[in-house]
């Protein structure tokens, strides 16, 4: 998968015989390690979205019990949509970023209006709709209706910048065109959503930012950073 010059067969279709071999990896690892979270058991488009949602720069412990509240409450689009927006903003109360909460109702009321409450399952629709970006269009178009489309966040990047050996900054346009592309060949392959949940999953508990756990790690075989022995210095 590497991007360095090293004595290794990592072009044309070796590197897509690596690709699928680091994919295989990652699903087997993450369908035995994943942590059991409460958005992990579902498909509903909609509960994945209040999840991602949530979880922009948001902890995982802090989200669990916002999120199910908020799911106990507002269970549909439907109801989001004709809740009172000073209710949607009390629940969320404590979790700061109360932009995301404003979107999340703005964006129900536009489903109900657009798509008869649905979620729509494609990466562009889902991006029309306010407070939906790149990332989460990319994690609820993958895990709901399991879409090859690919999502970057902080952990993803980082991980997918070792595993490249990208050694620029990861600030740069290029590199993180590179990232996404790096991203959507990963997804591109059975089980999208799963993919793309092991490479946040191994962000946050593997492959952390200064002393990434390189031993525990499924993919250390393809990693272009731990074969150089500079990982923890990446990105
Ligand atoms: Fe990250 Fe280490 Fe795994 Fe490479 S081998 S992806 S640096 S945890």
Redesign the pocket.
């Known amino acids: 998968m590497g991007a360095r010059a090293r004595p290794r067969p990592a072009r044309g279709g070796a590197q897509v015989t690596r690709r699928s071999e680091a994919r295989r990896a990652l699903l087997a690892w993450y369908r035995a390690e994943r942590r059991d979270l409460p958005w992990r058991g579902t498909r509903d488009p909609y509960a994945i979205w209040v999840s991602e949602t949530m979880l922009q720069q948001t902890r995982v412990e802090a989200v669990i019990p916002y999120y199910e509240r908020f799911l106990a409450r507002f269970p549909d689009v439907g109801t989001l949509a004709s809740a009172d927006l000073d209710d949607v903003l009390s629940l969320w109360a404590g979790l700061g970023y109360y932009s995301r909460a404003r979107n999340l109702k703005r964006a129900a009321e536009q489903l109900v209006t657009r798509f008869a409450g649905r979620l729509p399952d494609g990466v562009e629709m889902l991006r029309e709709l306010p407070g939906v970006g790149r990332y989460t269009a990319g994690a609820i178009a993958s895990i709901a209706f399991d879409h090859p489309a690919p999502i970057v966040d902080g952990n993803v990047a980082r ?1 997918l910048a ?2 490249v050996g990208l050694r620029e900054p990861i600030e740069s346009s290029a590199v993180k065109a590179r990232l996404w592309e790096e991203a959507e060949r990963l997804a591109d392959g059975p089980a999208p959503g799963d993919l793309n949940q092991a490479l946040m999953e ?1 962000g946050a508990r ?2 952390i930012p200064r002393t ?3 031993d525990l ?1 499924p ?2 075989r393809f ?1 272009d ?2 074969a150089v022995g500079d ?1 923890a210095s990446l990105p």
């Open positions: 991980v070792r595993l191994l593997i492959c990434p756990r390189c790690c993919v250390s990693c950073a731990r990982a």
